[in-house]
């Protein structure tokens, strides 16, 4: 009897867990992500595909997507703060998917009649096409900034509740499902491509989308009804009351007849009158980009915040750039795809280490040994610089090939120039792939090179879900939106700024200064933590303390995070 109970038990837990809120947010963001993985990859693919086999499509849209988070990160925020928590939710991924929807039936109908759009009106017709379609892909990708920071940073707190182990355990868990659907989703999508075709994939993808959004507007529905709480919300709350406010402003003035109140509440219904004029409507976004950056630098966690973005001023990752330099190593697009299975695993590793330590250290040490296991891990990309095999020579002027692209070897300028003619989208492996891969003469670079970017992904995604749950821990209900919309706005800046660092050294040679500078940058972000954490802690040897050991209560720190 007691088996069959205990089973029984077991079956109810089991059960219990499919029907939790908790499951059905993993259940919504494992469909969110896999379609915006695989949009985010067959994009990039059928930019490069209209325009011939050409980057400048695709390098187009990056900076369009960059810019315009980094301007509106703020202002994403600030609307996701002052609206309910189901209107945001909805909104965004109705907008997204629709918008993804609509860019996949355009690309279908360009791949269709691409010949004869590209002879009406001397081709312009087709470029109207292709600024359509950067455009909605990049409403898209707002809508999905938005939607990230409403689930991730706001709705995953609030389900957790007061319970800090099981909200890291959902971010670790959400951040498990980003890494195996960034695998997974573009293997399917590009075989579909690459066994169908470019138009198949088009339908696919918009297809998937519908299907997606239906079943998450049911899911996110359902949270909703599981969580009370996320019907209360101290931002919209303020934001009703002001209104309320105003309203029965306007309401005194007719019913009072005392001149003296009557002026005091004239003057309150002049400056409601000047808030709603339409020089003040006109001018709010900037108001709200610049409050958001301040309100951003006046909290207590703007190092740790400021630290990760910098951990994206870096070449170290898997990237076109790194797969790039990849090539010119001798390694093929095989060899690659393993590499970048490998590095998923590692990434996994540092999320499950992630839980582990900061249960037996606490949150701010774990964010201090990630940062450590980094750095020191990274050491071995530094030493691939000076290591044999590899290109490195500062006696080659990094500004050579960019001069050569655009001059030629004649001097004259190039009347259509290409940043890279050989490179085409690899869709089987996620990777780029190119014609033939040249013979070097060791391998003992480009191995430490791998071997400490692989490596270092345990640290760094430990160290990505610390200051994550740092933020969620300690910024405020009500700026919660606007604080992780700056975020996003800080990390897409320095993400541009490698780019522009790539665009300015470009051939292989210079590589290892990229390496060394990025290193660098690595560094002086978690410098920006140890101080984050020095000063939260007060001094305290916090390696060697016990989490449970409380600061001293005259000193102010971080309530939630020791």
Same mark, same amino acid.
């Given at each position: 009897?007691?088996?069959?109970?205990?089973?029984?038990?077991?079956?109810?837990?089991?059960?219990?867990?499919?029907?939790?809120?908790?499951?059905?947010?993993?259940?919504?963001?494992?469909?969110?992500?896999?379609?915006?993985?695989?949009?985010?990859?067959?994009?990039?693919?059928?930019?490069?595909?209209?325009?011939?086999?050409?980057?400048?499509?695709?390098?187009?849209?990056?900076?369009?997507?960059?810019?315009?988070?980094?301007?509106?990160?703020?202002?994403?925020?600030?609307?996701?703060?002052?609206?309910?928590?189901?209107?945001?939710?909805?909104?965004?991924?109705?907008?997204?998917?629709?918008?993804?929807?609509?860019?996949?039936?355009?690309?279908?109908a360009v791949f269709h009649f691409k010949e004869q759009l590209s002879t009406l009106y001397n081709g312009w017709l087709l470029t109207t096409c292709y600024i359509m379609v950067i455009t909605i892909a990049n409403i898209a990708n707002l809508a999905s900034t938005a939607m990230s920071i409403t689930i991730q940073r706001d709705w995953v707190v609030v389900v957790a509740g007061d319970d800090r182990s099981k909200l890291a355990d959902m971010n670790a868990t959400v951040r498990i499902i980003d890494q195996l659907t960034n695998i997974l989703a573009p293997m399917l999508v590009g075989q579909i491509m690459a066994f169908g075709s470019h138009f198949i994939g088009c339908g696919f993808i918009s297809g998937w989308n519908l299907f997606s959004m239906c079943m998450e507007y049911f899911l996110l529905w359902k949270v909703y009804q599981k969580t009370p709480a996320l019907a209360f919300k101290a931002g919209q709350k303020e934001? /009703?009351?002001?209104?309320?406010?105003?309203?029965?402003?306007?309401?005194?003035?007719?019913?009072?007849?005392?001149?003296?109140?009557?002026?005091?509440?004239?003057?309150?219904?002049?400056?409601?009158?000047?808030?709603?004029?339409?020089?003040?409507?006109?001018?709010?976004?900037?108001?709200?980009?610049?409050?958001?950056?301040?309100?951003?630098?006046?909290?207590?966690?703007?190092?740790?915040?400021?630290?990760?973005?910098?951990?994206? @001023?870096?070449?170290?990752?898997?990237?076109?750039?790194?797969?790039?330099?990849?090539?010119?190593?001798?390694?093929?697009?095989?060899?690659?795809?393993?590499? @970048?299975?490998?590095?998923?695993?590692?990434?996994?590793?540092?999320?499950?280490?992630?839980?582990?330590?900061?249960?037996?250290?606490?949150?701010?040490?774990?964010?201090?040994?990630?940062?450590?296991?980094?750095?020191?891990?990274?050491?071995?990309?530094?030493?691939?610089?000076?290591?044999?095999?590899?290109?490195? /020579?500062?006696?080659? !002027?990094?500004?050579? /090939?960019?001069?050569?692209?655009?001059?030629?070897?004649?001097? !004259?300028?190039?009347?259509?120039?290409?940043?890279?003619?050989?490179?085409?989208?690899?869709?089987?492996?996620?990777?780029?792939?190119?014609?033939?891969?040249?013979?070097?003469?060791?391998?003992?670079?480009?191995?430490?090179?791998?071997?400490?970017?692989?490596?270092?992904?345990?640290?760094?995604?430990?160290?990505?879900?610390?200051?994550?749950?740092?933020?969620?821990?300690?910024?405020?209900?009500?700026?919660?939106?606007?604080?992780?919309?700056?975020?996003?706005?800080?990390?897409?800046?320095?993400?541009?700024?490698?780019?522009? @660092?790539?665009?300015?050294?470009?051939?292989?040679?210079?590589?290892?200064?990229?390496?060394?500078?990025?290193?660098?940058?690595?560094?002086?972000?978690?410098? @920006?933590?140890?101080?984050?954490?020095?000063?939260?802690?007060?001094?305290?040897?916090?390696?060697?303390?016990?989490?449970?050991?409380?600061?001293?209560?005259?000193?102010?720190?971080?309530?939630?995070?020791?």
């Open positions: 009897m007691d088996s069959a109970a205990s089973k029984k038990s077991c079956c109810e837990r089991v059960r219990e867990f499919f029907k939790s809120a908790k499951f059905l947010i993993y259940l919504g963001h494992a469909l969110s992500t896999w379609g915006d993985r695989m949009w985010n990859f067959a994009v990039a693919v059928f930019l490069v595909e209209l325009y011939g086999n050409s980057l400048l499509l695709t390098a187009v849209y990056g900076l369009v997507v960059a810019g315009s988070v980094l301007l509106l990160g703020a202002i994403i925020g600030d609307w996701v703060d002052k609206n309910p928590r189901l209107k945001v939710a909805q909104t965004s991924l109705v907008v997204q998917n629709t918008s993804v929807i609509l860019c996949g039936v355009l690309l279908m934001a /009703d009351d002001q209104e309320l406010k105003h309203l029965n402003v306007q309401k005194e003035i007719g019913n009072n007849e005392n001149p003296v109140e009557g002026s005091q509440l004239m003057n309150e219904t002049a400056e409601v009158k000047k808030n709603t004029s339409c020089c003040y409507q006109m001018t709010e976004p900037i108001r709200t980009f610049k409050d958001g950056w301040v309100a951003y630098y006046n909290q207590p966690i703007f190092f740790a915040g400021m630290s990760l973005a910098f951990l994206y @001023m870096t070449v170290l990752g898997f990237d076109c750039i790194t797969t790039g330099y990849a090539y010119t190593q001798g390694l093929n697009g095989s060899v690659l795809s393993l590499l @970048m299975g490998a590095s998923a695993v590692s990434g996994i590793c540092g999320t499950v280490a992630f839980t582990w330590i900061r249960k037996k250290c606490g949150l701010i040490r774990t964010g201090f040994i990630a940062g450590v296991t980094q750095l020191s891990c990274l050491m071995l990309c530094v030493a691939s610089v000076f290591a044999p095999g590899s290109p490195f /020579d500062l006696s080659v !002027s990094p500004f050579d /090939d960019v001069l050569k692209h655009l001059f030629g070897d004649s001097g !004259s300028l190039r009347e259509s120039p290409t940043l890279v003619s050989t490179i085409e989208p690899q869709i089987e492996t996620n990777t780029t792939v190119f014609e033939e891969a040249p013979q070097v003469e060791s391998y003992m670079s480009v191995s430490l090179l791998f071997a400490g970017v692989i490596a270092a992904r345990v640290g760094l995604w430990s160290f990505d879900l610390t200051v994550t749950q740092l933020i969620q821990e300690n910024v405020i209900e009500s700026e919660r939106g606007v604080i992780n919309g700056v975020q996003n706005s800080m990390n897409y800046l320095l993400d541009l700024l490698h780019f522009i @660092m790539v665009i300015l050294a470009p051939n292989p040679e210079a590589f290892g200064l990229l390496v060394i500078i990025s290193v660098s940058f690595v560094a002086m972000g978690h410098m @920006m933590y140890f101080r984050f954490a020095y000063k939260s802690l007060r001094g305290r040897l916090f390696l060697f303390c016990s989490p449970e050991q409380k600061p001293d209560p005259n000193i102010p720190s971080l309530p939630n995070s020791v």
